[in-house]
């Protein structure tokens, strides 16, 4: 790289990071101010809320907000650089368009990469820590009230829990039926299941275990059997936010384990693993519209340039709520979606590049 692309690099990448650090700084004291009373309703610790959840909660927010804010600084930079005439003497010493945005690209590119670690793995365990934090000193005690829920637990395995009461980890009405060719091959029923945490098995009481294969028909009973099933007491807790607290090899696995149980929800998680792939390109496509939009002097000038900017964001922000509420919904292909801005964006980006005087 040259000193021309150190030089802006360096003040595109500082403007970006003091734009995160503010936007996030705002975000905390606002988040404060409105969970102060449920702090001190429910007495939580100082040491918790510093180190649990705002020290976690800073994460978070600087990769929510890194689309936007790289989009954002782009603009605000660029069209400072443009109203000062830099951009022109640049052009003007031989430097082409295309090669002014080659810095922009590196930028965009760090920032990208950064952006995909930090929503594969450290904001998943930040949340794990945030989370849990929250379910206890904001959103208050969780129940498990569904009731009639069915699992399937292997290929040819369902489990049935008329009830369940997550405070103790105990099943009520429960039964486990092995199935083959549409037919019950065996079905075993109890009263209650009991999840014991030394062991890490599920103990049933007063089972009945009914044999209709040909030939074997017949039923045994019993006061108490350990068992270890592929069903745990996490299954009924708290899902949500679930899906934000897993790693990116962790949520892929949770995805197969849905999958395998023919469970409903899985659009959330498949979003959610989509997402992980698709904001860092939206970072450098937005780098690359908030570039484009802004690299000329306008006679409005840097405010409308910044207020255009704003206005695009706010489009694109509008656009992918639309479509990931609509996959949510199941109207939409998840996959199609989260990547749907982008492909939009995208093809705005390079009708840009080809349309605007430069």
Same mark, same amino acid.
């Given at each position: ?32 101010? &409105?969970? /102060?009373?449920?702090?001190?309703? !429910?007495?939580?610790? @100082?040491?918790?809320? $510093?180190?649990?959840?705002? %020290? ?120 486990? &039926?092995? /199935?083959?060719?549409?037919?019950? !091959?065996?079905?075993? @029923?109890?009263?209650? $299941?009991?999840?014991?945490? %030394? ?132 109207? @939409? ?26």
């Amino acid at each position: 790289m040259k000193i021309l692309d150190y030089y802006i690099l360096k003040k595109f990448l500082k403007t970006y990071v003091f734009a995160v650090f503010l936007i996030v700084l705002i975000v905390m004291v606002i988040d404060y101010t &409105e969970k /102060i009373d449920d702090f001190i309703r !429910k007495q939580a610790p @100082m040491h918790a809320i $510093i180190f649990d959840y705002y %020290l976690n909660f800073i994460p978070y927010w600087a990769n929510y907000i890194s689309p936007l804010m790289v989009f954002i600084a782009t603009v605000f930079f660029t069209a400072n650089l443009a109203a000062k005439t830099e951009i022109i003497a640049i052009l003007s010493s031989g430097v082409s368009f295309t090669r002014l945005m080659r810095p922009y690209l590196i930028g965009s590119t760090i920032i990208a990469i950064g952006t995909f670690i930090m929503i594969g793995w450290v904001v998943p365990n930040a949340n794990k820590i945030r989370v849990p934090f929250e379910h206890q000193y904001i959103n208050g005690t969780y129940f498990f009230d569904k009731r009639d829920v069915h699992i399937k637990i292997a290929p040819d395995v369902y489990a049935y829990i008329e009830s369940y009461d997550n405070n103790t980890n105990t099943g009520y009405r429960f039964s486990l &039926e092995r /199935i083959s060719n549409n037919e019950i !091959k065996e079905k075993l @029923m109890s009263d209650r $299941i009991t999840w014991d945490t %030394l062991r890490k098995k599920w103990t049933i009481h007063d089972y009945r275990i009914r044999n209709l294969m040909p030939g074997k028909t017949g039923i045994i009973s019993g006061v108490k059997i350990d068992t270890t099933l592929n069903l745990f007491p996490k299954d009924f807790q708290n899902k949500h936010l679930l899906h934000e607290t897993f790693t990116l090899p962790e949520l892929n696995r949770h995805i197969d384990l849905v999958r395998s149980r023919g469970a409903d929800g899985i659009e959330v998680f498949l979003i959610e693993k989509y997402l992980r792939y698709a904001n860092p390109i939206s970072v450098i496509i937005l780098t690359i519209i908030g570039f484009l939009v802004s690299a000329r002097k306008s006679r409005g000038g840097v405010g409308f340039q910044i207020a255009l900017g704003f206005s695009l964001a706010f489009i694109y922000i509008l656009f992918f709520m639309m479509s990931k509420g609509i996959a949510e919904g199941g109207g @939409m292909p998840p996959l199609l979606a989260v990547w749907l801005p982008n492909i939009v964006f995208g093809a705005v980006g390079v009708g840009l590049y080809y349309t605007l005087p430069r």
